[in-house]
């Protein structure tokens, strides 16, 4: 009841959010994140009539989707992902939002390849440039684009970011304001296996302000299934 409930609040201030800023609220996916969360809440969750969630973990992830049903659900891979678990991610995951380096999207393709899929991905970009956190570098993310494109296996579909943690989440405005900005550069580059549908931005703490700044997809985990151990 508390997740169906927490989940439905947070739907309704997407609304206002996207109302606020002339958007339509349709355009808005809400992922919950279940990061050491068990798959007991996932089911609650589903059962409630949601549908896309957020996995940071490949073996954790593998465990709860095999247990609830691959197809039970659309899976978002939010983690940092190392190549070497590329294979797991393009078997378990249907948008993998964490790709920073044309190493990695040179595996994800390689074994998307093998499996006939066309994996879904969104390029990471580290907006705040802090070096505590993945993604690429603004000053690389137009040549990572250019390479990207030209694999068959992959198609590119937007950006995601992580701006840092503010106790006021206006501050994180610029940040969304840039991933954006950026997202409209990449875009008149018309590249192939690629569109900017996507925008990955907004957390629990600053989820509305990401909204209003263009978000289509935002994270939100503790708000939905409370605090991680
Ligand atoms: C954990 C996580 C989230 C959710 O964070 P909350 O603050 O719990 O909403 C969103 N995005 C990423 C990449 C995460 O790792």
Known sequence: MQIQSNIKKIQDEICAAAQKSGRNASGVTLIAVSKRKPAEMIQQAIDAGHRDFGENYIQEAMEKIDL?????ATWHFIGHLQSNKAKFAVKYFDLIHTVDTVKLA???NRQAEKIGKIQEILLQVNIA???T???A???EIMDIANQVCQFDNLHVSGLMCMP???DDPEEARIYFKRLKQISKDIEALNLPHTDMTHL???MSNDF???VEEGATLVRVGTAIFGARP
């Open 68 to 72: 609830l049903g691959r197809e039970s």
């Open 106 to 108: 040179k595996e994800i």
């Open 129 to 131: 440039r802090e070096t």
């Open 133 to 135: 956190k993945s993604g």
């Open 137 to 139: 570098q603004e000053s």
């Open 164 to 166: 840092p943690f503010f």
């Open 200 to 202: 990955s931005m907004g």
């Open 208 to 210: 509305t302000v990401a």
